[in-house]
């Protein structure tokens, strides 16, 4: 089993940076991959960023390349998704998600079988 827990989220303005850690245990992810996905109201769940654990290999939706990057913090046993220049789009649930890696691909929400609880992020114009 793997348990992930995000943390991290909050309310900030347009422009405003925000840092969201995905906590990992349960067992050795040297061979998954951890994505962050998110979930607006009223919207469907949709693919944020992943990054391959086995080689560090890392993607990102159009529409947060360049302003937010996936990371991980063996040390500390976290992915980390550091958000800058945020929109009022950008607000929505944050969930991180875990799974065996795969050739799917990373997008596909339902290739993922560990999931958080999530974690809200609330931008202002």
């Known amino acids: 089993q793997v348990q992930l827990v995000e943390s991290g989220g909050g309310s900030v303005q347009a422009g405003d940076s925000l840092r969201l850690s995905c906590a990992t245990s349960g067992r050795a992810l040297g061979s998954y991959d951890v994505g962050w996905f998110r979930q607006a109201p009223g919207k469907e769940r949709e693919f944020v960023a992943v990054?391959?654990?086995?080689?560090?290999?890392?993607s990102y939706a159009d529409s947060v390349k360049g302003r937010f990057t996936i990371s991980r913090d063996n040390a500390k046993s976290t992915v980390d998704l550091q958000m800058n220049s945020l929109k009022p789009e950008d607000t929505a649930i944050y969930y991180c998600?875990?799974?065996?890696?795969?050739?799917?691909?990373?997008?596909?929400?339902?290739?993922?079988?560990?999931w958080g609880q999530g974690t809200q992020v609330t931008v202002s114009p």
């Open positions: 990054i391959r654990l086995f080689d560090g290999n890392k």
């Open positions: 998600a875990a799974r065996v890696r795969s050739l799917q691909s990373p997008n596909f929400s339902r290739s993922y079988a560990y």
